[in-house]
């Protein structure tokens, strides 16, 4: 039986799946373990390099090959992949990144096992960008031994946990059927784990976050009212899964999503839309009198007021300063 079940969750990431199964298969530990590579019915080869894998090394690699895309952003695919899962813990990896630290996941089930009142660990990763930005660690010298579901909560969106970095406690046999529709999977499983006890921290930089045009994250369109509602049902379910106990932040943080969500594509020039999202922004967030006129100006005024409000405002300015 393995103590630890790493799951890599791809699709369609040909030129990235071989480096991230190797770099698992490069783990030293004093205990067994399973990869479960689960694929999200990639059509660029993914797939047949996964199968090829499992030639390779039966029993240790096994694809999880779906008949067809499951959605949500990989997210149905996760869920999915982690029924299979046998080990007391797993490991999470993205199919475009990879383990840089043949002791990762050593370390990891020894700080776990240690702390029984644990119920996942991560540790610092490495950003590289596909388009030539300087790579840089992800979290400085100043964080903590371990955080709590406090540390989670934030009026903006708080992250600090590159998925690569992560391993679980195998505990949560069903995930509410909320967490399905999210197509941002990171954010709730995160929330769902602190519930269940602290989250322990390594600072050894042990593996790569890579940014790139086929990664999950460039999948989040912050233009796009589809993908905002999304967002805004997510934290509405973590105020519920919370028991409101953060209701006044969360609530800022949904308003924050309305405010965006007037400069999607689908409510731009839709003024009477705009209207009730406005309405749904000030009864959330609670804007004082000059972020309220803001955005009163910015997103009910059409163009033509504007331009004649700000020829008003000028000749104004003029007849009083002479």
Sequence with gaps: MPKVSVLIITYNQHKFIRQAIDSVLAQQTTFPFEILVGDDFSSDG???????????????????????NMGKNGGINFLETLKRAEGEYYALIDGDDYLTDVSKLQKQVDLLDAHP????????????YEDGSPSHVLNG???????????????????FMATSSTMYRNSIKEY????????????PRLI????????????????????????TSFSDRYDDAVFLKNRIDMYSNINRELDYQYDGILKRNIARYYRMMMNSRQFR??????????????SLAKPNWTDLKSVVYDHLTPPVLQRAYGTLAISLHRILNN
Excluded: C
């Design 141 to 159: 010298p100043d964080m903590k031994a371990f955080y709590t579901v406090e540390d989670l909560i934030g009026e903006e969106e708080i992250w």
């Design 46 to 68: 993914t797939r047949e390099i996964i199968q090829e894998y499992e030639r390779q090394h039966p029993g240790l690699v096994k694809g999880v090959l779906h008949p067809h």
């Design 192 to 215: 769902l784990k602190a519930k269940m006890g602290n989250i322990g921290y390594i600072p050894d930089v042990m593996s790569v976050y890579r940014k790139n045009s086929n990664g």
């Design 269 to 282: 020039t839709s003024y009477l839309a705009k209207l009730r999202l406005v309405s749904q922004y000030y």
């Design 176 to 187: 509410p059927s909320w967490f399905r529709e999210s197509v941002s999977g990171d954010i």
């Design 117 to 128: 009142d644990y119920s996942m660990a991560f540790h610092n990763a490495l950003i590289t």
